[in-house]
C-alpha cells in the first residue's frame, strides 16, 4: 500500500491515473448515450407498429373469376386456379373441408347423377365459409354446376391478393398471429435459429463466445452468434452489412426490446419480418407468405416437413431455396428434421415419415403482374387518396391473361428478333406493350409494358406515346357513314395520288410502295390500308369531324385538324387507343376502360367504387358496318393471316412512317387485345403491324383460346350480313411472308354488313 501511495504522488503517474479515470468516464457517458439513443429508437419504433405497418401499405387484389355453364374450360385449368387460390387438394376418400377441393373420376361423378355425362368432375368448399360447390365437365367444357346441392348458372371465385407495396417497396408479407402456427414451424424455428429463445434475454453468451472463437480463427467477421431477438433488431434497423460496431449495437437494442416485449411478441413479429426470398421485383418476408409462394399452402396446414423446409429458409434464402431442390435444401431440411427429434420434439416415426417426404414446391416461373400494378399505382397517384391507414385495392386483374400476356410478349419479340429482324438491327432491343380489355364492362384484365420489368420499369402501355398510323382508318370510314348516309361499303372511293393544299402548304399521301388502285369500293380502304383512299375520304368528309369521332369514342382531345390526321400523325398511348377501338367494338356504346373496382382502407371502409356507365355515343348500324369491315381485315386483307382463327374475329393493321411502329388490335365478341411494337430510340425495325405487332397478338390469343366463345357478333338491330363474290385477284400491299404465300389470293366471296 505504501509503494501505491508513493506511486500515486508521483506527479505524472498521477496525472495518468486522472486521464484514465477521464476516459473511462467519457467512455461511460459515451456508453450511456448509446444505450439512451438506441432506446429511443426501439420506443419510436414500437409506437409506429414496426412489426406491421398500417401506414404505407398497400394491397392490390384481383378480380373474382366467373366460372358459368358451356364456359370453356378442363378440369386442370379449374384446379390450377382453386390452387392459386390456396385450396388444397384431397383424394376422393375425404371428406370436403374449408379450403380443401376433390377432383373425381368418371365413375364417382356419373354414379352421382346419372342423368348428366360427365368426363370428371370437381367440389370444392370455400375458405370462409360452407358453401360447397360441384362442377361437373365434358369435352372440356363445363356441363354441370351446383352450389350447396342447388342448380346455378355461374358462381364466382373470389378475389386474392397478388402484391403488396410497403412505403413504396414491392414485397410479399402477410401478416400471421402466432396462434396461426403450426406447432411444428414454432419449434422448427427455435431449433434451426435459436434453441435458447425462451431462456436467454435477449443475447447468447455461449453463442457470443462460439462466435468470437470462430471469427479469429477466420481472420474475419464470419459467424455473428445472433438470437433471434438479434435477428429481428438487425432486420428492422440496420443493414446486412457486417461490422463490430453494428453488432454491439445489436445487441444492446436485443436487450433493451427483451424488457419491453415478452417472448411471443418477439418471436410473432420476427416470423413475420424475416427475409425469406424473392419472387421477381418482390421480396417475400415472413413465414405465411413463404408457406403460400413455395408451398402453395396456407401457413396453418403445412406439415412437418413442410416446416422444416421453410424454417431452413432463414439462414440463407438463396442457397436453401427449395425451388432449386437441390442436395443443399434436403440438407437443411434433415439437419433441422434430426435436432427436433434429438430434442424429443418428435417422435422416431414422425421423424423417419418426414424425412422420407420428397420435396415438393409449386412452379414458381410466374411473378407477380409488376407492369400491372405499376399501371394501377400511377392511376391511384392522381386519386389524392390517404394512405395513413392502408389500402387495399380492387383491380380488374385476370391472373392468368396477365400471366400468357407478358409470357406472349416476350416470346414473341424473341421470335422477332430471331426470325424478321434484319441482321444491322440485331443489337437493338425490341419492345411491345400489350392491353387486353372486357368489352361488355370495359375491365383491363392483363396490361404489359414491355419485355421485363424488372430489367425495364417504363411502362409503354400508358407511358409511350406512339404515332397510330392506320389505325386511324376505321374512324375515319367511320365517321363518313355518318356524314353521309348513302356511304356503304360498296360505295365507290378513288384511291389515287393526289396533292392537298392548306395554309399556303402541300400535303401528298402515298400508299405503300406507292401502289394505288385506282377507284375502288370503300371495304378495301380498310381491308388493303390504303392511304390515299383514305386520305380522299377523310378531307371529303372534313378533318373537324374526323376529330370530334375521336373524342366521342374516348381518344384524346382537341386534335389539331391537319390532313395527316387521316392517316393517323398524331400520337397516343396504346392506352388510349385501346379506348378508341372498345366503343367500336361495342358497336358505338362508350364504356370507360378501367383498371380498379373497388378501394378501401386496411380496416374496410370504401374510399373509392368504380360507377359503371354505359352510353351509346355514336350510331350502332353505322358501327356495326365498321365491324363488319375490319372482320373482312382479318379474313382477305392485310390481317388475313387470321383467317383461320377458330373464333370470331374482326381487327386493324397499322404501321406508321418509316416503320417505327407497329400496331395490331383485335377484338372476338367478348374480349379486345392490342398490340404495339417498337425501339423505345425511335428507330425503324422494318416490320409492318401485320409483320411484328400480329404474330405477338396471336401468340397471346392462342393462349387464351379456351376463354373464348365460337358465337358471332351480336349485331344491333337494322343491319344484315351479305355474301358477296369477287372475281379479282388480290393486290393486298402488305408484305407476303413466306408461310402467307399459299393465301395469296383472296377469297372468292366477302363477308359485309350492310344497314337495311
Not at 195 to 223: M, P
Not at 499 to 511: E, G, I, L, V
Request: hydrophobic fraction near 35%.
Amino acid at each position: 500500500m505504501q509503494t501505491l501511495f508513493r506511486l500515486w504522488k508521483h506527479k505524472h503517474l498521477k496525472r495518468i491515473g486522472i486521464l484514465l479515470l477521464l476516459l473511462f468516464t467519457l467512455i461511460c457517458l459515451c456508453v450511456l448515450g448509446l444505450v439512451f439513443h438506441l432506446n429511443k429508437r426501439i420506443n419510436n419504433s414500437l409506437k409506429k407498429s414496426w412489426f406491421q405497418p398500417p401506414e404505407e401499405l398497400i394491397e392490390y387484389y384481383t378480380a373474382p373469376e366467373k366460372i358459368h355453364l358451356e364456359m370453356n374450360v378442363s378440369a386442370n385449368q379449374l384446379k390450377k386456379k382453386l390452387k392459386r387460390r390456396y385450396y388444397i387438394s384431397l383424394s376422393d376418400k375425404n371428406q370436403l373441408r374449408p379450403g380443401t377441393f376433390i377432383f373425381q373420376t368418371k365413375e364417382t361423378c356419373q354414379n352421382k347423377r346419372p342423368d348428366y355425362l360427365f368426363e370428371n368432375c370437381l367440389s370444392w368448399q370455400d375458405h370462409h365459409n360452407k358453401d360447397i360447390f360441384i362442377v361437373g365437365f365434358n369435352n372440356n367444357k363445363i356441363v354441370f354446376l351446383r352450389k350447396n346441392h342447388k342448380s346455378v348458372d355461374f358462381v364466382f371465385l373470389k378475389p386474392f391478393l397478388f402484391a403488396q407495396y410497403e412505403k413504396g417497396e414491392p414485397i410479399l408479407r402477410k401478416f400471421k398471429p402466432l396462434s396461426d402456427f403450426p406447432f411444428y414451424c414454432l419449434q422448427a424455428v427455435l431449433v434451426a435459429e435459436d434453441h435458447q429463445f425462451i431462456t436467454h434475454e435477449g443475447i447468447s453468451l455461449k453463442a457470443i463466445t462460439r462466435a468470437i472463437w470462430r471469427n479469429l480463427r477466420a481472420g474475419r467477421l464470419a459467424e455473428g452468434g445472433s438470437t433471434i431477438t438479434q435477428q429481428l433488431v438487425k432486420n428492422i434497423y440496420f443493414n446486412q452489412k457486417k461490422s463490430f460496431r453494428r453488432k454491439i449495437q445489436e445487441q444492446i437494442m436485443a436487450l433493451l426490446l427483451e424488457t419491453k416485449l415478452n417472448k411471443d411478441q418477439i418471436l410473432t413479429a420476427y416470423l413475420n419480418i424475416v427475409y425469406m426470398g424473392q419472387k421477381g421485383v418482390f421480396r417475400i418476408h415472413g413465414f405465411g407468405s413463404a408457406a403460400e409462394h413455395y408451398i402453395g399452402k396456407p401457413l396453418s396446414r403445412l406439415n412437418i416437413s413442410e416446416c422444416a423446409l421453410i424454417a431452413g429458409l432463414i439462414k440463407s434464402p438463396g442457397r436453401y431455396n427449395p425451388s432449386t431442390n437441390n442436395k443443399q435444401v434436403l440438407h437443411r431440411r434433415n439437419y433441422i428434421l434430426d435436432n427436433l427429434y434429438k430434442k424429443q420434439i418428435l417422435s422416431k416415426q414422425e421423424w423417419n415419415k418426414a424425412k422420407n417426404k420428397p420435396i415438393k414446391v409449386i412452379n414458381q416461373k410466374s411473378s407477380p403482374p409488376t407492369y400491372f400494378t405499376d399501371t394501377v399505382y400511377r392511376k391511384i397517384k392522381n386519386m389524392n387518396l390517404s394512405t395513413k391507414k392502408g389500402l387495399k385495392i380492387f383491380t380488374t386483374l385476370y391472373p392468368d391473361f396477365q400471366e400468357k400476356a407478358q409470357q406472349a410478349v416476350l416470346e414473341g419479340v424473341k421470335w422477332l428478333e430471331k426470325n424478321r429482324l434484319n441482321k444491322e438491327l440485331k443489337n437493338n432491343t425490341l419492345q411491345a406493350a400489350l392491353v387486353n380489355v372486357d368489352i361488355a364492362t370495359g375491365a383491363v384484365r392483363a396490361i404489359v409494358g414491355g419485355r421485363r420489368f424488372k430489367t425495364s420499369q417504363f411502362n409503354r402501355a400508358i407511358q409511350a406515346k406512339r404515332q397510330i398510323g392506320s389505325l386511324m382508318k376505321p374512324v375515319v370510314i367511320l365517321t363518313a357513314l355518318i356524314k353521309n348516309s348513302e356511304l356503304n361499303p360498296l360505295s365507290l372511293v378513288k384511291d389515287a395520288k393526289f396533292t392537298y393544299k392548306y395554309d399556303n402548304q402541300s400535303w401528298s399521301p402515298k400508299n405503300y410502295k406507292e401502289n394505288y388502285k385506282g377507284t375502288i369500293p370503300v371495304f378495301e380502304v380498310l381491308t388493303h390500308s390504303l392511304n390515299a383512299g383514305a386520305a380522299q375520304l377523310g378531307i371529303q368528309t372534313g378533318l373537324v369531324p374526323l376529330s370530334q369521332t375521336i373524342k366521342k369514342l374516348g381518344g384524346p382531345s382537341p386534335l389539331m385538324a391537319h390532313p395527316s390526321l387521316t392517316l393517323g400523325a398524331m400520337e397516343m398511348s396504346p392506352w388510349e387507343i385501346s379506348q378508341v377501338f372498345l366503343t367500336i367494338a361495342g358497336m358505338g356504346e362508350y364504356k370507360k376502360q378501367h383498371i380498379i373496382e373497388k378501394i378501401t382502407n386496411l380496416k374496410g371502409d370504401t374510399l373509392y367504387e368504380y360507377q359503371r356507365q354505359k352510353k351509346m355515343v355514336l350510331n350502332p348500324k353505322k358501327t356495326a358496318v365498321v365491324v363488319g369491315m375490319l372482320k373482312e381485315v382479318t379474313r382477305s386483307g392485310t390481317a388475313r393471316w387470321l383467317k383461320k382463327f377458330p373464333a370470331p374475329i374482326a381487327g386493324k393493321t397499322g404501321t406508321t412512317n418509316e416503320e417505327k411502329d407497329a400496331w395490331f388490335v383485335g377484338f372476338t365478341p367478348e374480349t379486345l387485345t392490342l398490340v404495339w411494337l417498337g425501339f423505345d430510340n425511335n428507330r425503324s425495325h422494318y416490320l409492318t403491324g401485320a409483320e411484328g405487332a400480329l404474330p405477338l397478338w396471336e401468340f397471346f390469343m392462342n393462349k387464351i383460346l379456351s376463354s373464348l366463345s365460337k358465337k358471332d357478333f351480336n349485331w344491333p338491330e337494322g343491319v344484315v350480313s351479305r355474301t358477296i363474290p369477287l372475281q379479282k385477284k388480290d393486290s393486298n400491299r402488305t408484305q407476303i411472308t413466306p408461310s402467307q404465300k399459299e393465301n395469296s389470293e383472296t377469297n372468292q366471296k366477302i363477308q359485309l354488313i350492310f344497314e337495311e
